[in-house]
């Protein structure tokens, strides 16, 4: 029964995505952009369902499974640096889509001000596949876990699965696909963890019951201030907070989350797109969080426990067959919503900031999305274990490469091409420097990377070496806007 449940949704999202084919235009700006036509609830189920990834269902599972209630500040901090980045940049990104005609987040950042910087443009490309295509190996990660631990099958079974299921859709109806199935499977996710919550807290004698048994697991695990920190205090709490706040704002360096608002079908409708948005995310990620609290007391830690498999195990300990499988359906959902989308979004960087133009056909966009599948199935076969440590890498580096150039672009400031560069290039070797050396526990390295991406513009204005005359603004805007 469990296998049936499980396949029975997945059969739907499957049949949802190749529906999106009927709608299809066949040609690049449908495939890659769904003609910017998108409705304001399914931008917003969309963008939601794609952050929401396996980092959450397995990542955020494990990691509060291990720290406690404290990891609602990781919640609070992400939420808020989300909506910064919403209210300062995502109605100007889609204006600039329109106005530039591009069809990839690497045409927005060389093209925003009418120029044509090329080689950023490369440089973008080439980030996003290794960067988005080690993301989209996270979420096959995922998804091979949850079936090992629910089924017995090998690792590799479950993301060859989620592998072969994501290319049939992104083949079928390209971003359109992505973001029909996506809003379907937003709603199979929140049933699906508000359902474990449900069952979970019955299960331990109702809520008076379920937080008397939390204060007993240790004197520290209810304790809203975050453990071991390697600053102290207040200070050390405040360090904590602002590194997952701007974890949150690199969402601005994501380009397959901000993809999604590119296909909006009017600016104009931005604040109807935070409205669906920030709720299902608040309480997903509220939801989210519950259900580890209650995997803590039912799923016992013993040697060699793997926390980011609590919650299929908890899907196995609690429910009723149909019920687990409609649970397994939703982190599948989870990582397929993620996966699909940081494909397309290496498939336009491909075939649009990386390949001469006259390479860039129908044709090989969809070569493309094969191309980056098996990529990305092969890192996750073979690649490192952690789903959590994937995935915060990879958003650590993009946020930081692309981040820091999109906030000054729309503070309406212009930047010369070799300063967007070293921007670039600076955040991404402090972003990894700063991890190597293990500072990561003073704050997340996003921080430092994005902060220091900026500073890299600071100087550049300050020294004269960003100086935007007359002169140099002709020199670099494009005689003719034409679309890609």
């Known amino acids: 029964m469990v296998v049936f449940s499980f396949c029975l949704f997945l059969f739907l999202f499957i049949g949802i995505g190749l529906l999106s084919a009927l ?8 495939y890659l952009l769904a003609g910017s036509s998108v409705k304001p609830w399914l931008v917003a189920l969309s963008a939601v369902a794609t952050n929401n990834s396996g980092y959450m269902f397995i990542g955020m599972i494990g990691f509060t499974y291990t720290t406690g209630i404290s990891s609602v500040w990781v919640m609070i901090g992400w939420i ?14 889609r204006d600039v889509t329109e106005q530039q005609h591009v069809l990839s987040f690497g045409g927005i950042l060389a093209r925003w001000h009418g120029t044509e910087f090329r080689k950023l443009r490369f440089l973008c490309g080439i980030i996003t596949v290794v960067f988005l295509g080690t993301y989209a190996a996270a979420q096959f990660k995922a998804g091979s876990k949850a079936l ?14 989620g592998a072969v299921m994501v290319f049939l859709y992104c083949m079928a109806g390209g971003i359109r696909a992505s973001i029909w199935t996506d809003a379907a499977q937003s709603f199979v996710m929140i049933v699906a963890m508000v359902t474990l919550f449900v069952f979970g807290v019955d299960r331990v004698g109702g809520f008076s019951s379920f937080t008397q048994q939390l204060d007993a697991v240790s004197t520290t695990y209810l304790n809203l201030a975050p453990q071991d920190m390697a600053v102290p205090g207040v200070t050390g709490i405040l360090l ?31 604040n109807k797109v935070r409205l669906y948005y920030y709720s299902w995310f608040t309480a997903f990620y509220a939801v989210t969080i519950g259900v580890a609290l209650v995997a803590r007391l039912l799923i016992p830690a013993g040697d060699n426990f793997d926390t980011e498999l609590a919650l299929p195990m908890l899907a196995n300990e609690l429910l009723p067959s149909f019920l687990v499988g409609l649970v397994l359906a939703g982190l599948f959902a989870a990582t397929m919503s993620t996966a699909d989308s940081q494909i397309l979004s290496c498939s336009s960087a491909i075939t649009r900031d ?13 070569f493309a999305t ?16 952690s789903v959590f440590a994937l995935v915060l890498i990879s958003w650590s580096l993009l946020a930081a490469a692309f981040g820091p150039i999109l906030l000054i672009y729309a503070l309406g400031v212009r930047i010369k091409e070799p300063v967007a560069i070293a921007m670039l290039l600076v955040g991404v ?8 050396l293990g500072w990561g526990e003073f704050m997340y390295e996003i921080a430092p ?36």
Do not use: C
Request: hydrophobic share 50%.
């Open 23 to 30: 709608s299809a235009k066949g040609n690049k700006a449908d």
């Open 80 to 93: 808020f640096g989300d909506l910064m980045a919403s209210l300062y940049i995502h109605k100007k990104l």
């Open 148 to 161: 090992h631990v629910l089924f017995g099958w090998d690792y590799s079974t479950g993301a060859i699965i």
């Open 240 to 270: 904590f907070i602002v590194g997952w706040i701007f974890a949150g704002f690199g969402v601005v360096g994501q380009p397959h989350i901000m993809i999604r608002f590119m296909t909006m079908d009017d600016s104009k409708n931005i």
């Open 354 to 366: 990386i390949l001469p133009k006259e390479k860039t056909t129908y044709f090989m966009t969809k």
């Open 370 to 385: 094969v191309f980056v599948t098996v990529v990305g199935l092969v890192i996750a076969l073979y690649g490192p274990e």
């Open 429 to 436: 070797a402090v972003t990894i420097v700063w991890r190597q």
């Open 449 to 484: 990377g994005m902060t220091s991406g900026i500073l890299v513009f600071v100087i550049a204005k300050l020294t004269g070496l960003n100086q935007v005359d007359a002169e140099y603004i002709k020199a670099t805007t494009r005689v003719q806007v034409h679309p890609e």
